[in-house]
């Protein structure tokens, strides 16, 4: 069964860091691109950070702030988010495309002032 489960959502202040993980699996499986969108109350679901072709791309209101990487060895996507502010709150969700695409099950990070 291919899946991608999601860890490190939670509520942190503004100006915190939290780091979220997607473990995928199969574990031999090499996803691509892979990476994280977010989704907040009220707008449409947008890229935040993903790998692709072995580079990175990042949206422009995170750029200096997140940092996508991958644990090959693990087939886990991290998204290391600093400087976090309240716009960045949302549900975000790991997304791996192999074949189909693929969706964790989102986890709710919620950053308050």
């Known amino acids: 069964q291919v899946q991608l489960v999601e860890s490190g959502g939670g509520l942190v202040q503004a100006g915190g860091s939290l780091r979220l993980s997607c473990a995928a699996s199969?574990?031999?499986?090499?996803?691509?691109?892979m990476g994280w969108y977010r989704q907040a109350v009220g707008k449409q679901r947008e890229l935040v950070a993903r790998v692709i072709d072995g580079g990175t791309n990042y949206r422009d209101s995170v750029k200096g702030r997140f940092t996508v990487s991958i644990d090959n060895a693990k087939n886990t996507v991290y998204l290391q988010m600093n400087s976090l502010k309240p716009e960045d709150t949302a549900v975000y969700y790991c997304?791996?495309?192999?074949?189909?695409?693929?969706w964790g099950q989102g986890t709710q990070v919620t950053v308050s002032s």
């Open positions: 199969p574990k031999n499986f090499i996803f691509n691109p």
């Open positions: 997304y791996g495309k192999f074949g189909y695409d693929y």
